[in-house]
T-cell receptor, first 114, second 114 residues
Framework: EPEVTQTPSHQVTQMGQEVILRCVPI?????FYWYRQILGQKVEFLVS????????KSEIFDDQFSVERPDGSNFTLKIRSTKLEDSAMYFC????????????FGPGTRLTVL | AQSVSQHNHHVILSEAASLELGCNYS??????LFWYVQYPGQHLQLLLK??????LVKGIKGFEAEFIKSKFSFNLRKPSVQWSDTAEYFC????????????FGGGTRLMVKP
């Protein structure tokens, strides 16, 4: 069964450093998403992406964040200057269709900012 | 903005017990509703979803959920749990004014004792 994959599984970085989290969505999916879950809190939506453009973004997704589909398979989330409060599990997801379709989630990347 | 509440944070059951996990959302418009499960060390996986039609939906592994519009609820049920149902369960809502953004509840950790 096709899966969403994410790398790395765990990333440790110093405050102020840039990080790039990588995702490979399911190959025939057209819509891509990032969510995050701070320890002990809810899973929160960050951004959705379609046709090389951001479709929606939450208040969390400020200028420090960016997303990109650099090639036909990868989907990346970049945090330009990490803060302690960016420490969280980051989940990538993809779906074939738009509203209401099942989103398939990756295993997550645990980001630790020191 | 919509919100989702899951009332039980931790549930402990013995095998063969019946399960009901509560989920309530706050949004007056049309919604798509989902239950996701995360088994230890694994991805979020879809258990079931409701878009329209019969408010009683059946999912994988013997789970079902009932959408009660008047109560803004979408409770998850299983008549007889197994040890393998030990996992964290997440209710999620996609509102018709929110593109494909999922709003998650806080999750319920279920432990089933053999």
């Amino acid at each position: 069964e096709p899966e969403v994959t994410q790398t790395p599984s765990h990333q440790v970085t110093q405050m102020g450093q840039e990080v790039i989290l990588r995702c490979v969505p399911i190959s025939n999916h057209l819509y891509f998403y990032w969510y995050r879950q701070i320890l002990g809190q809810k899973v929160e939506f960050l951004v959705s992406f379609y046709n090389n453009e951001i479709s929606e973004k939450s208040e969390i997704f400020d200028d420090q964040f960016s997303v990109e589909r650099p090639d036909g398979s990868n989907f990346t989330l970049k945090i330009r200057s990490t803060k302690l409060e960016d420490s969280a599990m980051y989940f990538c997801a993809s779906s074939e269709l738009w509203q209401g379709d099942e989103q398939f989630f990756g295993p997550g990347t645990r980001l630790t900012v020191l | 903005a919509q919100s989702v509440s899951q009332h039980n944070h931790h549930v402990i059951l013995s095998e063969a017990a019946s399960l009901e996990l509560g989920c309530n959302y706050s949004y007056g418009g049309t919604v798509n509703l989902f239950w996701y499960v995360q088994y230890p060390g694994q991805h979020l996986q879809l258990l079931l979803k409701y878009f329209s039609g019969d408010p009683l939906v059946k999912g994988i592994k013997g789970f079902e959920a009932e959408f009660i519009k008047s109560k803004f609820s979408f409770n998850l049920r299983k008549p007889s749990v197994q040890w393998s149902d030990t996992a964290e369960y997440f209710c999620a809502v996609n509102a018709d004014n929110a593109g494909n953004m999922l709003t998650f509840g806080g999750g319920t950790r279920l432990m089933v004792k053999p």
